[in-house]
């Protein structure tokens, strides 16, 4: 690696950590902006907007491929997902595929156990050897251009919300008085806390789900099945079950397991935007009898 190479490395590095930190420090404006149920509404409808976006696009799609879809909705939910600023679903796939691939190991940037819960739940995202895409794990995703396009211009749809939010609270504001919003009021909830929220929405199935919750499955890592995690997640939560069987798009078993990003994309499908949604085969229903 020659000194230039380092040097860029350093430089996204330094950028990216002080970028995630900015975030979170200017949610503390919400002081001075004030609190309208205007602006609450839009920060806790884009949470479950991205949050779907993030487990059904960048997870059970791109990561894990249970369903399929047409390229133009397959960049739609792509583009979706890059307004949570958690990068693009290229990135997001290929490391999360490389952690299934060694889940709860000296290799497994997620793992509580072998790295601690701080690391597991937001150091890895920091560190700079994750900077980088693991091409390896995604080549299936790198023969679509508009996908490496939108990889290399991730920011720009997080950026175009928040500009959007901000023109959003100055309209409503100036027109409808009495809802109480404002621009500066609409882009601190609707982009900034949001994005915080979602973050560590996300980062709770790295973290707290190999550490607290039932295990229905022996499985070779410490996965674990958490009806929290499930609710503010929109079905992930159901951990164990998702290592058990990662080729399944339903997440949750049984009908009393929630999973409302699966009860979305079965909608999807009633309208012809997804199909060849993949089940847990009938030996995992047994095993899970068994116990």
Known sequence: MNKTHTQE???NTV????AFWFVHLICILVFWVGFSWTAFTVCIALYLI???AITGGYHRYFS???FKTSRFFQFCLAVLGTTSAQ????????????HHKHSDTEEDMHSPHVHGV????VGWVLDPIFLDTRNEEVRDLLKFPELVWLEKWNLLPPILLAIGLFFLGGFLGSNYPTIGTSASQMLIWGFFVSTVLLYHGTFCVNSLVHLFGTRRFKTTDDSRNNWFVAIITLGEGWHNNHHRYPGSERQGLYWWEIDISHYVLKFLEMLGLVWDIRTHPERIYKEALEG
């Not at 950028?15 to 002080?18: D, E, N, V």
């Open 9 to 11: 490395i350093s430089f």
């Open 15 to 18: 950028t990216k950590q002080a």
């Open 50 to 52: 991205r949050m779907f």
């Open 64 to 66: 894990h491929r249970t």
């Open 87 to 98: 990068k693009g679903p290229i990135w997001w796939a290929s490391h999360h595929r490389h």
């Open 118 to 121: 701080y690391y597991s739940h």
